[in-house]
T-cell receptor, first 116, second 112 residues
């Protein structure tokens, strides 16, 4: 089956630093990838939709200058949390929709970010 | 935009009993309604889904019903087992490959 990976699986950083999270579709090409954020004991909230070769579409309330998204290839999207603060600590999960079958999507394993 | 409400937020049942989780959505344009099971620290796992042209779908102990007129859908788990204990999320989207709007989640606890 289709596999989506994320790297790193967890990261601890100091307040004020930037953190890059990678989302890769390992065995398929994905025109569209989605980034979700999940705070403890809460639901998944869509942050942005990442389209290969174009600018990401951000949801209301998500700062595009703070959460930089780059989808430079059909198998890789990156989310950079710039100047991270403790309130950015969360579980970040991506999902990818295959270019050959946009009737489905596959989730990555998630990245747990802890900002000290 | 779409808004999905999910109830109950917690559900405790005895092993062997049935569990029902209900969701309502607001956008009549939504056509795809998946259900996910999420264990602590893991990715959501798709357990069953239903599209708007179908009223009911069943897969072994799991079934989903959809009332598009009333804009609500439900997950039914029969003969619950302790390994069914997890957080369950409903979601809605225009298409299966589109962005998902999730419900608030239901923590299901199955007591042995």
């Amino acid at each position: 089956g289709a596999v989506v990976s994320q790297h790193p699986s967890w990261v601890i950083c100091k307040s004020g630093t930037s953190v890059k999270i990678e989302c890769r579709s390992l065995d398929f090409q994905a025109t569209t990838m989605f980034w979700y954020r999940q705070f403890p004991k809460q639901s998944l909230m869509l942050m942005a939709t990442s389209n290969e070769g174009s600018k990401a579409t951000y949801e209301q309330g998500v700062e595009k200058d703070k959460f930089l998204i780059n989808h430079a290839s059909l198998t890789l999207s990156t989310l950079t949390v710039t100047s991270a603060h403790p309130e950015d600590s969360s579980f970040y999960i991506c999902s990818a929709s295959p270019s050959f079958n946009q009737e489905t999507q596959y989730f990555g394993p998630g990245t747990r970010l802890l900002v000290l | 935009g779409e808004n999905v409400e999910q109830h109950p937020s917690t559900l405790s049942v005895q092993e062997g009993d049935s569990a029902v989780i209900k969701c309502t959505y607001s956008d009549s344009a939504s056509n795809y309604f998946p259900w996910y099971k999420q264990e602590l620290g893991k990715r959501p796992q798709l357990i069953i889904d239903i599209r708007s042209n179908v009223g009911e779908k069943k897969d072994q102990r799991i079934a989903v019903t959809l009332n598009k007129t009333a804009k609500h859908f439900s997950l039914h788990i029969t003969e619950t087992q302790p390994e069914d204990s997890a957080v369950y999320f409903c979601a809605a989207s225009l298409l299966a490959g589109n962005m998902l709007t999730f419900g608030g989640g239901t923590r299901l606890m199955v007591k042995p």
